[in-house]
């Protein structure tokens, strides 16, 4: 560019201090097994109205929640008007519909956006809807890649537990985004977005930050693609962690207003844990927290 599960009652009591010691990790977090597509993309399952689960998109560089056009017919939402959705690339008219989306135990009732989802149905047909932050803020979350899993922390208690550094998260627009610093200390604000399979810039990257052309590429959006120029970056840093050389998308400065650098995939690390209640997450989160929830 986006059911329940139970989990073990282990307690982490060395862990934890205070009444969160007397928390199981049942009553803590629950494990929501995912599909990871290609080691980058995530699907979810998500109720609409108390029916499905249906299969959703992650997308945590998203605004907004989408549904399928399709599934808002055949579950007659009602219509609310129309909203001018803005993108990476563009700026258009889109319907809305009321409805109440639940992912895990987090339920968000009201307007959703409605559409045609073909660019991302292009990626794996059985999509039928877009899941973004209008539902996943409100919370705390473990998306972890390597246990094909997203945790839902509903107290916050995980955000208790040393997992490993902690880094300021900067909004924009509604999206979360991170500091990465290359090897000169020339920094880049880039959103985490879950629904990247690779890192896009909104600009022409700073020639301290480019290694050599990459040629052009295709870059997928809910426009459709796009041919883009390709840009080797990296490494780069946030915090301790490593991110590889990579090549990434980069759009024409004129093709975007977004405030930030770009988009950096949360595919790229084995997990992240957002915590939405501190405004802080934490890469590649040490996973002892996560070895009782099978």
Avoid at 1 to 30: D, F, N, P, W, Y
Avoid at 56 to 77: N, P, V, W
Avoid at 114 to 134: S, W
Wanted: aromatic share 4%; charged share 20%.
């Amino acid at each position: 560019m986006h059911k329940s599960a139970a989990g073990c009652a282990v307690v982490v009591a060395a862990a934890l201090s205070g009444t969160a010691q007397a928390r199981s990790i049942e009553t803590m977090a629950r494990r929501i097994p995912v599909r990871v597509l290609g080691g980058r993309l995530v699907i979810v399952p998500v109720t609409v109205n108390g029916t499905g689960p249906y299969p959703f998109l992650l997308d945590t560089g998203a605004t907004s929640s989408m549904i399928d056009q399709a599934l808002a017919d055949r579950l007659s939402l009602a219509r609310l008007g129309t909203a001018i959705q803005e993108t990476s690339t563009s700026a258009q008219t889109v319907d809305l519909v009321r409805t109440t989306l639940a992912l895990g135990s987090v339920e968000r009732d009201g307007d959703v956006i409605c559409g045609f989802l073909g660019a991302v149905q292009a990626v794996d047909p059985a999509i039928r809807g877009v899941l973004g932050q209008d539902l996943l803020r409100g919370q705390n979350w473990w998306l972890d890649y390597r246990g094909a899993s997203l945790v839902e922390d509903t107290e916050g208690d995980l955000a208790a537990i040393d997992i490993g550094e902690r880094l300021s998260v900067h909004w924009h627009g509604g999206r979360p985004a991170i500091d990465a610093m290359s090897s000169d200390q020339s920094r880049l604000r880039l959103v985490l977005d879950s629904a990247a399979s690779s890192p896009v810039l909104f600009r022409p990257p700073l020639p301290n930050l480019r290694h050599a052309g990459a040629g052009s590429g295709v870059l997928t959006t809910l426009d459709g693609p796009a041919t883009v120029t390709m840009a080797f970056v990296g490494p780069l840093r946030a915090g301790r962690a490593s991110i590889p050389r990579s090549a990434a998308a980069v759009f024409p400065e004129t093709a975007s207003r977004r405030t930030e650098d770009g988009l950096l995939p949360t595919g790229l690390f084995e997990g992240i844990y957002f915590d939405n209640r501190s405004g802080e997450v934490v890469l590649n989160p040490r996973r002892a927290a996560l070895s009782a929830l099978r």
